[in-house]
T-cell receptor, first 116, second 115 residues
Framework: AQSVTQPDIHITVSEGASLELRCNYSYGATPYLFWYVQSPGQGLQLLLKYFSGDTLVQGIKGFEAEFKRSQSSFNLRKPSVHWSDAAEYFCAVGAGSGGGADGLTFGKGTHLIIQP | GAGVSQSPSNKVTEKGKDVELRCDPISGHTALYWYRQRLGQGLEFLIYFQGNSAPDKSGLPSDRFSAERTGESVSTLTIQRTQQEDSAVYLC?????????????FGPGTRLTVL
C-alpha cells in the first residue's frame, strides 16, 4: 500500500522569502502525486499534480513541485511567499493503476506560518 | 458553477446516536469520495462511488458506517451508534470520472463532535 510522509509539521517563513515543503512517498509503481492546500474555513484546493512527463510541474498561485524518483520525493516550492499563503498543505499519492478506487493517500500535512 | 456542498457544516451529537451526513457533488461528476480528517491528521479515505455503485467498502472504519448515493447525485454517509472516536471532519469530494487524472474537488466538510 502507498504512504506519504511530510516530515515538517510546522514551518515558519518570512513574507517574501522562498519556501520548500517536503514530501516523501512510498509506492511500488509510478505514482500519481498531488499537493493540496487547506485554508481556514475552506475546503481543500488542488495546487498541482504530477502523472508523467516533465518532472517539474507548475501549479496555481505561483507554486511548483519537482518529482524525484530516486529520492521518492515530490517537494513543493515557491520563490516568494505572501501572507495569504498561510495554510495547511497536504501532499497526496494515488494508486498507479489510474483508477480512483483506492482514493488518495494523504500525508499528515504541514502547517505554514508566515511572519511579517 | 457551484462547487461541492456538504451539510450540516457542524454536528454535535451524543454518544450512541445515529447521524447522517450529506454531500452534493458538482453537477455532472460521476465519481464521489468520502474522507475523514481527524484532528492533526491527514485525510483518511473511506469510500468512493462511481455512479451510484460503491465497488469497495473496505475503507469504512467499522460496520457502523454506511454510505449510499442516489444516481449520480447526492450521497449520504450514515454513522450508527456514534462513538467519541468518530469525532472528526468528514470531507466529500467529486470528480468527473474515477480516474486519478481527474481532479477531485472537495467540499468544506462536516465537523462531527460526539460527546
Amino acid at each position: 500500500a502507498q504512504s506519504v510522509t511530510q516530515p515538517d509539521i510546522h514551518i515558519t517563513v518570512s513574507e517574501g522569502a522562498s519556501l520548500e515543503l517536503r514530501c516523501n512517498y512510498s509506492y511500488g509503481a509510478t505514482p500519481y502525486l498531488f499537493w493540496y492546500v487547506q485554508s481556514p474555513g475552506q475546503g481543500l484546493q488542488l495546487l498541482l499534480k504530477y502523472f508523467s512527463g516533465d518532472t517539474l510541474v507548475q501549479g496555481i498561485k505561483g507554486f511548483e513541485a519537482e518529482f524525484k524518483r530516486s529520492q521518492s520525493s515530490f517537494n513543493l516550492r515557491k520563490p516568494s511567499v505572501h501572507w495569504s499563503d498561510a495554510a495547511e498543505y497536504f501532499c497526496a499519492v494515488g494508486a498507479g493503476s489510474g483508477g480512483g478506487a483506492d482514493g488518495l493517500t494523504f500525508g499528515k500535512g504541514t502547517h505554514l506560518i508566515i511572519q511579517p | 458553477g457551484a462547487g461541492v456542498s456538504q451539510s450540516p457544516s457542524n454536528k454535535v451529537t451524543e454518544k450512541g446516536k445515529d447521524v447522517e451526513l450529506r454531500c452534493d457533488p458538482i453537477s455532472g461528476h460521476t465519481a464521489l469520495y468520502w474522507y475523514r480528517q481527524r484532528l492533526g491528521q491527514g485525510l483518511e479515505f473511506l469510500i468512493y462511488f462511481q455512479g451510484n455503485s460503491a465497488p469497495d467498502k473496505s475503507g469504512l472504519p467499522s460496520d457502523r458506517f454506511s454510505a449510499e448515493r442516489t444516481g449520480e447525485s447526492v450521497s449520504t454517509l450514515t454513522i450508527q451508534r456514534t462513538q467519541q472516536e468518530d469525532s472528526a471532519v468528514y470531507l466529500c469530494a467529486s470528480s468527473l470520472w474515477s480516474s486519478l487524472t481527474d481532479t477531485q474537488y472537495f467540499g468544506p466538510g462536516t465537523r462531527l463532535t460526539v460527546l
